[in-house]
């Protein structure tokens, strides 16, 4: 008896061992492949693209003025919550430029999970290159008041 729970737990050891391996070279190759995420409010041709590319993508939902859907702070049962405001009276400068591009990149579930949030969010990895979404982050926060972006540095919140 003792025999076989020494092999179960060696069993065990390794594949959590293998598990372990498997996680770090998988992190490891991620942060290889990685693009830049870094927003760039401050240069005006990337601001530039990046209203064209809103107005084109994400004005829809978020406003021409990135004021959001009406009522989006409201909460109702079975009912998807209404797109936030981009501009500084929402809470998306709170987020760092990585949590914003992945949110834009992959969904909100990226970052939240599957069946945490129920948004009307699509992730735009298959509609704009990385540059594009850099464009667009660098062109919402180019709009904040430089207070926000200094206090967003300070927030905590999902990285």
């Given at each position: ?39 760039h409010p401050e240069n005006p041709v ?76 699509p992730a735009f990895e298959d509609t ?32």
């Amino acid at each position: 008896m003792k025999a076989e729970k020494k092999n179960l737990i060696l069993k065990y050891t390794a594949a959590l061992g293998a598990v372990s391996a498997s996680l770090y070279l998988l992190s490891y190759y991620e942060a290889q492949t990685l693009p830049d995420m870094t927003l760039h409010p401050e240069n005006p041709v990337l601001v530039q693209r990046g209203q064209v590319l809103y107005s084109q993508y994400c004005a829809a939902c978020h406003g021409d003025n990135l004021e959001g859907q009406p009522g989006w702070q409201e909460k109702k049962p079975f009912e998807r919550p209404r797109a936030p405001p981009l501009d500084a009276t929402g809470k998306a400068w709170r987020h760092s430029d990585k949590s914003l591009f992945i949110m834009t990149k992959f969904g909100v579930h990226a970052l939240e999970g599957k069946g945490t949030l129920n948004s009307d969010m699509p992730a735009f990895e298959d509609t704009l290159k990385d540059e594009e979404i850099v464009a667009v982050l660098s062109y919402v926060e180019s709009t904040w008041p430089k207070d926000d972006t200094n206090e967003r540095e300070n927030a905590s919140g999902p990285e």
